[in-house]
């Protein structure tokens, strides 16, 4: 298992990025491999077990590439999430008290040492800059808002309202903290709620030009993509206004292309597909149907 020869030649530039992607099956024996940065932070982290001469050996060839690269201090974290719960470590360096990182010149809380997640999904980073591009005036709904990044792109590209709806009160705090620091908290609702309870007050709020699905693919209580994905696509098109965009969203190796789009033909037959956005270039994939699925669609004109 060699890591460095997989990573860059200089520095990376102070944006918040993925470095290497093993997920991917593009590197013979790294599949279980994740590198991010989360300026100051590098993030690696692992999701099958290693051997304790494995975890030895990547963390060396790590110091040895940051020493090379960088005259600034290495921070590394280090995360396994081959256990339950997942397991994280700070095992270089210090970690801001408060932590922000910018994409595209937007700023983002980042919690590296809570929790599984950390407050930014990078491999969405071509999805926010699409809904920044395509929301100016618009009336946006973001599902399964998590912190609000479309949301904050969104505003960014001057959408007149955003509603950011998700189960976990946490996350829409962490949400409001990321529009503040980004000067964008005005138009902007949150709703802690469970989505399938919460149509009606949705439907009250809209019609939105714009709406976002991005739920994770199998979390019990919340979402689990092959039962809800069906019961969320036939009350879609009650939030739509005509001409309405939809941006669903789809992160499970497990199923395909073919699998969401299918569901789509079935349930919201009234959504005609535009396009699939691509992923962004750091996150290469042997077989892209097993990658994260970012599939766009209009409803048509009555």
């Known amino acids: 298992m060699m ?10 530039q102070a944006e918040a990025q993925r470095l290497f992607h093993g997920r991917g099956h593009c590197f013979p024996g790294l599949e279980r491999i994740t590198l991010d940065y989360f300026p100051p932070a590098l993030l690696l982290t692992q999701f099958g077990p290693l051997a304790e001469t494995e975890r030895a050996a990547l963390q060396a060839e790590l110091e040895q590439w940051w020493q090379k690269v960088s005259d600034q201090p290495l921070t590394l974290v280090w995360q ?75 505003r960014a590209g001057g959408a007149e309202s955003v509603v950011n709806l998700d189960m976990s009160a946490p996350s829409l705090s962490q949400g409001k903290r990321n529009h503040a620091r980004n000067g964008l908290a005005e138009g902007v609702k949150y709703l802690a709620h469970d989505l399938f309870k919460t149509f009606g007050k949705l439907r009250k709020l809209g019609p939105y030009d714009l709406v976002v699905v991005d739920p994770p693919s ?20 009650s939030l739509m206004a005509e001409g309405a965009e939809a941006l669903l969203c789809l992160n499970a190796p497990e199923l395909s292309l073919s699998h969401l789009q299918a569901q789509v033909a079935e349930c919201a037959p009234e959504l005609t597909f535009i396009e699939r956005l691509s992923n962004p ?14 599939l766009r669609y209009r409803k048509l004109n009555g």
């Open 281 to 294: 270039p750091s996150f290469p994939e042997r077989d892209p149907d097993k990658g994260l699925k970012v």
């Open 80 to 154: 396994d999430r081959s256990v339950s719960p997942a397991q994280t470590e700070l095992l270089h360096g210090t970690l801001p008290l408060n932590h922000w990182v910018s994409e595209a010149g937007l700023e983002y809380e980042i919690t590296l040492m809570k929790g599984q997640n950390h407050g930014l999904f990078l491999d969405m980073a071509a999805g926010r800059q699409w809904v920044r591009q395509q929301s100016q005036g618009k009336r946006v709904l973001n599902l399964f808002a998590y912190t609000c990044g479309f949301s904050v792109a969104a």
């Open 218 to 237: 199998f979390q019990q209580g919340s979402f689990i993509a092959t039962k809800d994905y069906p019961r969320l696509l036939r009350r879609l098109d």
């Open 3 to 12: 890591l460095l020869p997989h990573l860059p030649a200089a520095a990376p």
